[in-house]
């Protein structure tokens, strides 16, 4: 099985602050930080303030270096990431 080198595809974006899940199109040399960019603008209806704020989660696991492209994580159609907070959030 070949996948075309540039195709795009489809991977879910759930956004904890606003408890949403986007479906984001994107392509194997999308970076992690484009990636949070863009869900954080889809999900907030606006530019996001302080990106820096949040982090990505892959797998469970931190992505650490942001300019890191998907297609060295490994991700695939339908994959599943989560932008949250960086620092944990206060219960109320």
Not at 8 to 21: G, Q
Not at 41 to 68: C, H, N, T
Request: aromatic share 6%.
């Amino acid at each position: 099985m070949s996948t075309d080198v540039g195709a795009r595809y489809a991977v879910r974006v759930m956004v904890t602050p606003a408890w949403e899940t986007v479906s984001l199109q994107v392509d194997d040399t999308t970076t992690v930080a484009q990636l949070k960019r863009e869900a954080l603008r889809a999900a907030l209806k606006r530019a996001p303030l302080g990106e820096q704020e949040y982090i990505v989660k892959f797998r469970g696991a931190a992505v650490l270096d942001e300019s890191v492209m998907l297609r060295a994580l490994g991700a695939v159609p339908n994959a599943p990431f989560i932008v949250l907070p960086a620092r944990r959030q206060p219960v109320r």
